[in-house]
């Protein structure tokens, strides 16, 4: 019956039919096709992110972010990889490097966000990467770190605007915290910082990534991984109970996968998640990919007056179909085999 489900479900994907039930012989299909589509875009090098800015000007930063990208996809199927993607995507971060830091393209001021995610993706894929870089943001007096590397005391923001672009922003300090909490660093995350970020209803406040789910994901991924703050955890996945949709989804395709995602690094596989699960395995397109193209997935205040802002998009779906196949493949009851789907 199981080899029937499948078959069953391998065929609509290709013929783009939906809401097909999602057993567990569909979801290792959505994660297997998933897994194909992305690493087609690494091995053709096209996993980078669209930019639009609010008053229609260009945006130099258009068509870039292969390594605030390849984190995601690192994340999601690094484990398959053949050698020569990994060799790809390895090689895409050693060219960026700029010694020991990274920035969102080549030739962009460096900062502390994509400098984590590089080191972590690094790590992901089996190869060691010092953190040291990262102390050249560093605020001792405020213990935490700025996003960009600026001179004299900075505080916590989460109000964008060009002068809180040179701040501390609380999802940035969840990325790196996540990353040092193995490490000989892991003295400088700060415990109080991210209960200062959380809100009332149990969501994280973010400054360049719009929504509720980025920086709670981020969040609950420090925490449930190193067991801290366990009233922030609490808060926070209550948070995500409460804020599912009836349909099993949070909005969006890239809102639930972040939401899931959230659950699955807290170990909650339950009925939210199971229901978010099924909403998330048929929204899946023909070519294997996730797509939310319209919602953007971060954004930078340029200017103030007149007020422009540059929003980066997914329009090929990397980083969402990322997010959904890592959802897909934590869940206990996909039986997705390591290294299927070349």
């Not at 080549?106 to 990467?129: E, F, K, Q």
């Not at 809180?164 to 915290?177: M, R, S, Y």
Request: glycine share 10%; net charge neutral; with cysteine.
């Amino acid at each position: 019956m199981k080899n029937v489900m499948v078959v069953v479900a391998a065929l609509c994907l290709l013929s783009g039919c939906a809401h097909v039930p999602a057993g567990d012989g569909h979801m290792a299909v959505a994660a297997g096709q998933g897994a194909s589509y992305l690493r087609k875009a690494v091995r053709e090098d096209r996993y980078h992110l669209a930019c639009r800015a609010s008053d229609g000007s260009a945006c130099p930063v258009h068509g870039t972010g292969r390594v605030f990208a390849g984190f995601f996809i690192a994340s999601a199927i690094g484990d398959l990889f053949s050698p020569g993607e990994r060799q790809k995507i390895t090689d895409r971060m050693d060219a960026e490097e700029q010694h020991g830091v990274w920035a969102y393209m080549p030739h962009a001021p460096v900062d502390a966000d994509d400098t984590a995610l590089v080191i972590r993706s690094y790590r992901m894929l089996g190869m060691n990467a010092a953190p040291d870089g990262l102390l050249r943001f560093h605020d001792k007096q405020a213990r935490a770190f700025t996003t960009f590397d600026v001179q004299g005391p900075a505080a916590l923001v989460w109000e964008p605007s060009t002068m809180g672009n040179h701040g501390i922003h609380p999802e940035v300090n969840a990325n790196i915290f996540t990353l040092l909490a193995d490490t000989g660093l892991s003295g400088l995350i700060n415990d109080e910082l991210i209960v200062r970020a959380q809100t009332p209803q149990g969501w994280w406040r973010s400054y360049f990534y719009p929504g509720h789910y980025y920086a709670t994901y981020m969040n609950l991924g420090l925490l449930c991984q190193t067991g801290r703050c366990r009233d922030a955890r609490e808060k926070g996945i209550a948070f995500l109970h409460a804020s599912q949709n009836r349909d099993g989804s949070w909005g969006g395709v890239y809102d639930t996968s972040l939401a899931l995602n959230a659950l699955a690094v807290c170990g909650v596989f339950d009925d939210a998640f199971r229901r978010g699960i099924t909403w998330l395995s048929v929204q899946q397109k023909p070519d294997g990919s996730w797509r939310d193209e319209h919602t953007p997935l971060w954004e930078y205040i340029y200017s103030d007056d007149p007020k422009v802002v540059w929003r980066a998009y997914d329009t090929d779906g990397v980083v969402t179909t990322a997010l959904a196949v890592k959802a897909l493949r934590s869940a206990p009851s996909a039986k997705f085999e390591k290294g299927g789907n070349r």
